[in-house]
Each structure stands twice: as structure tokens, then as C-alpha cells.
């Protein structure tokens, strides 16, 4: 009996002292979110003014480099790889320095026209600030990764609006397969302090509910899970433009921040020849695909050669808004293909495409409720759990651990950051419908082979 008031005792203890850290920390993440939305909505505002503004990219993405090479170097790319870097490697330790560096980059970056997120540098923002205070209170390193995961949950909540979803997306982008249990109860509580701090203090939040009339048929789930399939293509398409773009910038070579004019100049190239509508944020482009506006076909596609290039050559600011823009557009041109409603594979594809592309599938599936309501949210989250089994061991976020194994048929090492993994391998001995249908196309490869030797 004794043991048991001890234990209750130092539970009781342990809920209120992380009550009270993850309130205080969502409170000032929330402001400092706050802060940089409205510098941000400002600044682009400022530049819309101008109708070339766009030719200014070769001298932003110079500046954004040129800042974060200098000052601050962890604050280069989408920021929250870089809080997931340093959850693993350092226990969550960031220098503040970061903070005021990736806000300004990030800032300059977007208000010239340069395709990336506002959420990485929220993220990033939010977990230095609570880093910092960690190192003030002198915190473990157990108790410093989990206030900074809790800066991860606020930046995100803070910044879309979503609350619940932040809440899960900070405790489920660190590992693929796991959730910290542990750090669940901070996360929620600083990513509805950080939602309701940010709203108090003026900004604006996008919901946009879908019209859709839940009429359950076996060919219309169908159609949802093969969408699920083809999101989990683009997550792959999306990664893999990443990787190519980051390869080729340092193929370059020569003095960093150079790269910027260089990565300027093909963003300039590439808005003459195609359209200034896939540049800096493309709020405007999602917000007509959700209301029913018909995407063009290679909208997706060119959206991600556009962020792919700004986050490579120089650009500071997140993935997951290009993400919405590349999810919401395959989404329209899905539904256009099979003669569906736009507007709601928009919204399935602008989530589903997350939990594929960012092995986020709880968060994702959460985050559908959220901002378009729960009569879509049972497709959506089919859609989500397709996609992220389907983008395989792939992330657009390198230092995601790897905890499970997508299927029984894959082997591949747990454990590793994703940007470590060897080549998976497949195992022919299993006796799954997989590897039924992995020996046929072996064996008729096989033949395929042999008769074209002949």
C-alpha cells in the first residue's frame, strides 16, 4: 500500500510539473509564432506590391544563404529535419541563435517568391526557444529532448491552426511506426496553449470544411485506396526531387552562399517558363483546389521542382505548405482523371500526402478532421495509411528513425535514420499474397529476359 501512494505521489508530481512547463512553453511559442506570421504576412504583402518581385530571387536566396552560412548553419532548409537532427544526435540541444536567423531567412526567402513552407521555421523557432530554456532550468537530457518535442508540437499547432494534430505530428515525425507516449500529455497541452496564445493575438487560420455527403459504396473506397496508392507515388516523386536537387547543388561547389544566386536565377527561368503561381507559398492555388477549381495535370509536379530547387540552392523556410500544394493538386487531377469531386481529393491528397511523404499518418489523418471536418476524415485517413505504407522507406525528413518494417516481406535494419538505411532487402521464402506476387513477376521477368536474349 505504501509502494503505491509513493508511486501516485511522484505520478501526480511528475503531471504537474510538465503541466506547467508545457503550458509556459506553448504560451511563448505561441507568441513568438504570432510574431513571425504577421512579420511574414507583412513582408510578402510589401513585395506583392511590386508585380516582378520574383526577379529578386537570385538576391534573396544569396541573403537567406549568405545569413544561415554565417550566423547560424543549422537554420539552412526546411527547419524541422534539423529539430529532428537534433533530437537524435544532440538531445534536443539548439542553439538560440537559430531562432532570429531562421526567422529573417525565412522571411526573405518566401516574400521574394522562393517555394517553401511557414511550419519548419515555426517548428524550429519553438524547439530553440525551448531548448533554451532547458539549458536556463539546467534540465537532463531526458527532460530537455522532451520540452523541445513539445516546441516541435507548438510551432506546428500554432502555426496551421490545428491543435490536436500539432500535438500528435510533434511526438510522431521523430520515429516511422512509434509515437513517445511519454512526452503525449506535454505535447497536447503546449500545442493548445501555443493555438490559443497565437489566436489571441490576431492570427488568422485557414479551415475550409468540405461539402461531401457520406454515402458509403464499395467502388467509391476503392477508388479512395488506389488515390492512397498514387499519393504514395508523388510522396516518392517529391523525395526523390529532394535528393536530386541537393545532390546537384553540391556537385557546384565553390563558396556557399553563391549557390543562392545560382538557385535564384533558375527559379526566375523557371516562373517565365511556366507560371509565378508555384512560387513562395501558393496559398491562393490551394484554397482554389479545395473550392473545386480544376489543377492542371503537371501542377504538382512542377510545384515540387520549384521547392526542390528553392530548399537546395540556398532557400530557408518548411515542406509541409508545398506539401499541401502538391497534395491538394494530384488530389483535383485524380479526381479529374475518374470523373470524381475535385474539391474532395484535394483535401484527401493534401493530407494524404503528408503521411506518406512525412511517415506522419496519425497526424494526417487528425489534421483532415480538423480543417475539413469529420464526414471526410474515414477516406482521408484510409487514403493517409495507404500513402505512408506505400512511400516505403523514404521521408523528406532524413533523420526520421526507422522503428518498424512497412511489410513482413522487406527486410531492412530498425533503428537507423532513414538517411542511413541500406538497400532493403526482399526475402523470397515468405508465404504472404506479397511474395506470391513478387515471384511471379520475377519469374515472368525472368522469361521476358531470357526470350529477348535469344
Given at each position: 500500500?505504501?509502494?503505491r501512494?509513493?508511486e ?15 503550458s509556459g ?10 510574431i513571425?506570421l ?21 538576391a ?6 549568405l ?31 537559430v ?5 529573417l ?9 522562393g517555394?517553401?513552407g ?21 534540465f ?15 510551432g ?5 491552426g ?7 505530428f ?11 507516449y511519454?512526452?503525449?500529455l506535454?505535447?497536447f ?6 493555438y ?16 461531401f ?22 510522396a516518392?516523386m ?11 547543388a ?23 517558363l ?13 484554397e ?5 477549381a480544376?489543377a492542371?495535370?503537371?501542377d ?7 521547392t526542390a530547387?528553392t ?26 482523371l475518374?470523373?470524381l469531386?475535385?474539391?474532395?481529393f ?17 497526424a ?16 482521408a ?5 495507404v500513402s505512408?505504407?506505400?512511400?516505403g ?11 518498424i ?32 506476387a ?13 526470350h529477348?536474349?535469344?
Amino acid at each position: 500500500m505504501k509502494s503505491r501512494i509513493t508511486e501516485s505521489t511522484l505520478l501526480f508530481i511528475s503531471v504537474v510539473k510538465w503541466v506547467v512547463l508545457a503550458s509556459g512553453a506553448g504560451a511563448l511559442v505561441g507568441a513568438a509564432t504570432a510574431i513571425f506570421l504577421k512579420l511574414l504576412l507583412g513582408a510578402t504583402g510589401a513585395a506583392g506590391n511590386f508585380p516582378y518581385y520574383w526577379l529578386l530571387l537570385p538576391a534573396a536566396l544569396f541573403a537567406s544563404s549568405l545569413l544561415t552560412w554565417y550566423f547560424a548553419r543549422d537554420a539552412r532548409g526546411h527547419g524541422t529535419e534539423k529539430v529532428i537532427e537534433a533530437v537524435h544526435k544532440r538531445s534536443g540541444r539548439i542553439p538560440l541563435k537559430v531562432v532570429p536567423v531562421k526567422l529573417l531567412a525565412t522571411i526573405i526567402t518566401l516574400a521574394c517568391g522562393g517555394s517553401a513552407g511557414k511550419e519548419g521555421p515555426c517548428a524550429q523557432i519553438g524547439a530553440g526557444l525551448t531548448s533554451a530554456i532547458s539549458g536556463l532550468l539546467r534540465f537532463n537530457e531526458r527532460d530537455r529532448r522532451k520540452l523541445v518535442i513539445c516546441g516541435i508540437s507548438a510551432g506546428f499547432a500554432a502555426v496551421f491552426g490545428t491543435p490536436i494534430a500539432g500535438a500528435i505530428f510533434g511526438v510522431e515525425v521523430l520515429f516511422v511506426g512509434a509515437i513517445m507516449y511519454e512526452v503525449l500529455l506535454p505535447s497536447f497541452i503546449a500545442g493548445i496553449t501555443a493555438y490559443q496564445v497565437a489566436s489571441a493575438m490576431g492570427t488568422a487560420y485557414f479551415y475550409h470544411p468540405i461539402n461531401f455527403v457520406p454515402v458509403f459504396s464499395e467502388t467509391f473506397m476503392v477508388k479512395v485506396m488506389f488515390a492512397g496508392v498514387f499519393f504514395g507515388l508523388v510522396a516518392i516523386m517529391l523525395v526523390e526531387m529532394l535528393k536530386y536537387a541537393e545532390k546537384q547543388a553540391k556537385k557546384v561547389g565553390g563558396w556557399e552562399p553563391a549557390k543562392g544566386l545560382l538557385g535564384g536565377v533558375i527559379l526566375a527561368l523557371l516562373a517565365v517558363l511556366t507560371s509565378r503561381a508555384y512560387l513562395g507559398l501558393g496559398l491562393e492555388s490551394i484554397e482554389s483546389f479545395l473550392s473545386g477549381a480544376p489543377a492542371n495535370w503537371y501542377d504538382f509536379v512542377v510545384k515540387g521542382m520549384f521547392t526542390a530547387v528553392t530548399l537546395a540552392f540556398g532557400g530557408s523556410g518548411g515542406i509541409v505548405t508545398p506539401i499541401f500544394f502538391i497534395g491538394s493538386a494530384a488530389g483535383s487531377a485524380y479526381a479529374q482523371l475518374l470523373g470524381l469531386n475535385p474539391a474532395t481529393f484535394a483535401a484527401i491528397g493534401m493530407c494524404a500526402l503528408i503521411a506518406g511523404a512525412a511517415n506522419t499518418p496519425i497526424a494526417a489523418s487528425i489534421l483532415a478532421v480538423e480543417l475539413f471536418g469529420p464526414a471526410i476524415a474515414p477516406y482521408a485517413t484510409v487514403a493517409c495509411v495507404v500513402s505512408f505504407l506505400m512511400s516505403g522507406n523514404l521521408s523528406v525528413f532524413p533523420s526520421q528513425v526507422l522503428s518498424i518494417r512497412k511489410s513482413e516481406d522487406i527486410q531492412v535494419e530498425l533503428g537507423k535514420e532513414m538517411e542511413n538505411l541500406k538497400e532493403a532487402r526482399y526475402e523470397p521464402g515468405g508465404s504472404s499474397l506479397a511474395s506470391a506476387a513478387i515471384r511471379l513477376i520475377q519469374k515472368i521477368d525472368d522469361l521476358v529476359t531470357t526470350h529477348i536474349r535469344r
